[in-house]
């Protein structure tokens, strides 16, 4: 997919954050964007940021953990910007940074319903037009946590091992169809998600917008190349202050 020009893709968790920077990042390369989050006026503020670029977007208030919703939205995507060729699951749950054992069982279903059932069920949905085209892009937005898990994370980490452990698995099922299949794994990113913490130095967090190049850079690359998982840290560590 070297080529992003007239590509469509779909972005969920796009209204802040890592979703909203990839999202404009997208447009920036010309493909037309279908924003997916359940804030619509978070939406509407990208979709402002993106129509200078004449690219269109398209603004689909919607929670992905319902499917109804889902493929309500993936018909409207369809219907007004036309196939999907690119993917992008970024919509999550922040750890609720709770031990375990003190930790709701409801916050554990909602993370795992986000962050690995909804890019799933996605992923499911659209696979068999791309797999009709032979070509097509699945990321997989996961977290460093899932490699080196902190003290109240466990369901967290838990959900984006889950959801690496999967993107390999799929990238085996749909390689030989030209299909991209990568997950990236961020570790301190500058969003709302990491609350203010004097024991870390946010100024050197990554922005939203490093990630969003790495993703671009992953679909970017030649047709006989997948990075199908990318680790991305801070250059500097943010807990040595």
Known sequence: MA?????IALVTGAGRGIGRATALRLADAGCAVALVARTGAELESVAAEIAPTGVRALVLPADV???AQVE??????????????????????APSRAAHAKAAVAAWD?????????????SHLLLPDMLAHRRGAIINVASLAARSARAG???YAAVKAGL???????FAEVRNS????????????DTAFIPPNRRVDREKFLRPEHVAEVIVGVLAAPAHLCQTEVLVEPQFDPEHT
């Open 3 to 7: 080529d992003l020009q007239n590509n």
């Open 65 to 67: 953990t319902d499917d």
């Open 72 to 93: 309500s939205l993936l018909r409207r995507t369809a219907s007004e910007l036309g196939s999907i060729s690119i993917l992008v699951n970024n919509a999550g749950s």
């Open 110 to 122: 909602r993370m795992l319903a986000t962050g690995l059932r909804a890019p799933m069920v996605l």
């Open 153 to 155: 994370e466990a369901a």
């Open 164 to 170: 690496i452990a999967f993107s390999h698995a799929l």
């Open 178 to 189: 030209g299909i991209k299949v990568a997950a990236i794994c961020p570790g301190y990113v």
